[in-house]
């Protein structure tokens, strides 16, 4: 069955670049019937979608995060990140991966939800 | 933008009784956008239901949602122990993309 992991530093400095990876594993990144997608949580707090990559490497993030967000694929590995910059302690959060149901060949069909997350990476701020 | 309001915020109940949480949109959106999802303390969230009243796999069938418009609602017939959780409603649209709901914890009482 389809797994995904995230990974990279637990501890980014204010100002700086976190960098996340989700490695896939039991099918292809490069499936047409599915967005990848990056989502944090607070501790404590609700969820936050934060953005999603489609197999062609067309890219789709919240407003809110826009301006500093950028996901991309490595299909050779199988996987696909997450940068974020100029990060502040508002951006500590567990971050998960999860892959998106309900795409068709690239296009946003129906019955759209996040069926499989990775565990969650917990990421903190602090110098 | 359409934002998710859940309530209540905590619902305190026993083993064996039926939950009825509430997810309310600010708008009417599509059904078929419509999922919830369970989360437990340290885990990552689970899908229970897409498209506003379809279950996810794997799901009992004790997890049903329902509604159409603006208003849906998940609902646990018979509370089991390990339904103790926080769940998420959640809604596509265009912009902004993905949003989730504040959630509604439940609780033993």
């Known amino acids: 069955q389809v797994q995904l992991q995230e990974s990279g530093p637990g501890l980014v400095q204010p100002s700086q670049t976190l960098s996340l990876t989700c490695t896939v594993s039991?099918?292809?990144?490069?499936?047409?019937?599915?967005?990848w997608s990056w989502i944090r949580q607070p501790a404590g707090k609700g969820l936050e979608w934060i953005g999603r990559?489609?197999?062609?490497?067309?890219?789709s993030y919240n407003p809110s995060l826009k301006s500093r967000v950028t996901i991309s694929m490595d299909r050779s590995q199988n996987q696909f990140s997450l940068s974020l910059t100029s990060v502040t302690a508002a951006d500590m959060a567990t971050y998960y991966c999860?892959?998106?149901?309900?795409?068709?060949?690239?296009?946003?069909?129906?019955?759209?939800?996040?069926?499989?997350w990775g565990h969650g990476t917990r990421v903190t701020v602090s110098s | 933008e359409v934002v998710l309001t859940q309530s209540p915020g905590t619902l305190s109940l026993s083993p064996g009784e039926r939950a009825t949480l509430s997810c309310r949109a600010s708008?009417?959106?599509?059904?078929?956008?419509l999922a919830w999802y369970q989360q437990k303390p340290g885990q990552a969230p689970r899908l229970l239901i897409y498209?506003?009243?379809r279950r996810a796999a794997g799901v009992p069938d004790r997890f049903s949602g329902s509604g159409s418009g603006a208003d849906f609602t998940l609902t646990i017939s018979r509370l089991e122990p390990e339904d103790f959780a926080v769940y998420y409603c959640?809604?596509?649209?265009?912009?902004?993309?993905?949003?989730f709901g504040p959630g509604t914890k439940v609780d033993i009482k």
């Open positions: 990559i489609y197999a062609s490497g067309s890219t």
């Open positions: 498209g506003a009243t």
């Open positions: 999860a892959r998106v149901k309900g795409v068709v060949r690239g296009v946003i069909s129906s019955d759209l939800a996040f069926d499989i």
């Open positions: 959640q809604h596509y649209s265009s912009s902004p993309g993905f949003t």
């Open positions: 708008q009417i959106v599509t059904s078929s956008f």
């Open positions: 039991g099918g292809s990144i490069t499936s047409g019937s599915y967005y």
